[in-house]
């Protein structure tokens, strides 16, 4: 039988394991905490465009990641996959490593890829980047010759179509522009360039005055039937093919005019 003194000993030293189990397990608990710390990327998700023929070392984003550590402010690095693209290991800027040619690659052209962070304590955490690239007019009209040969006989009539020139833009996109992009004097203007319409223009050459062209197609019809050979035996017409912003090339047209027998012996 106990006494009572020998009772209320035997309930302190419960009372004491008790509070050394509960003590012992807290401190399990943020022992366990310390060690499995999460890694926080703040600011996500992280999607931009970046113009392409960029130069290498433009930077085009930050990324930002924490150690939520509770016992430490931990530090520590960031990396990437990618052939494209490098990081600043240490405070998370993402720069081109390479010139991007959108026309290279087709488009629509969109790069995504992880960055990953790994903190002093060993704690490691990722959040991917995806980067859109975004067309240039850096590609002028091209024209398959520099020179075009055609026949035609004299006197054919007055809004006959005898040719049809054609030039390709393989910038296809269309872009709104800006007065910063432009040098626009009218500030805050903005607007909608197709950097791959290509407009049509007789610019000169003996014939200018006997053809017209069209300008969004590129048909030349004859403005005037009375082109005669005895008079007139060949033209020539120099075309220009420019694009939305304004980048041109040109050929020239040289027509033959074949003589048909309208004259009496």
């Not at 499995?36 to 465009?49: A, D, K």
């Not at 991917?128 to 075009?148: E, K, L, Q, R």
């Not at 179509?161 to 007065?179: F, G, L």
Request: proline share 3%; with cysteine.
């Amino acid at each position: 039988k106990l006494s009572k003194l020998s009772y209320k000993k035997l309930t302190a030293m419960s009372r004491l394991l008790f509070l050394l189990y509960h003590h012992f397990t807290l401190l399990i608990l943020i022992c366990a905490l310390h060690v499995n710390g999460q890694i926080i990327f703040t600011n996500e998700p992280y999607t931009t465009t970046l113009l392409e023929e960029s130069p290498i070392g433009v930077s085009i984003l930050t990324v930002s990641a924490e150690d939520f550590d509770v016992t430490s402010l931990a530090t520590g690095e960031y990396s990437i996959d990618s052939a494209e693209f490098v990081i600043n290991s240490f405070n998370g800027t993402v720069s081109t490593n390479s010139v991007i040619d959108l026309e290279a690659h087709g488009s629509p052209l969109v790069y995504t890829f992880d960055v990953t962070y790994i903190s002093d304590l060993g704690n490691i955490g990722t959040s991917p980047v995806t980067i859109s690239i975004t067309d240039i007019n850096d590609n002028t009209p091209f024209f398959t010759n520099a020179s075009f040969y055609i026949t035609i006989l004299e006197y054919t009539p007055a809004t006959t179509v005898v040719y049809n020139a054609t030039a390709t833009d393989v910038d296809t996109v269309s872009r709104e522009q800006s007065v910063d992009d432009s040098g626009d004097a009218l500030t805050g203007f903005n607007y909608t360039v197709d950097y791959g319409r290509v407009l049509y223009r007789i610019v000169g050459g003996n014939g200018s005055e006997y053809f017209d062209i069209d300008i969004d197609s590129g048909e030349i019809q004859i403005l005037d039937g009375g082109i005669d050979v005895d008079s007139i035996p060949s033209l020539s017409l120099n075309i220009s093919a420019e694009d939305g912003p304004g980048l041109t090339t040109y050929a020239l047209l040289i027509i033959t005019i074949v003589d048909v027998n309208d004259n009496i012996p």
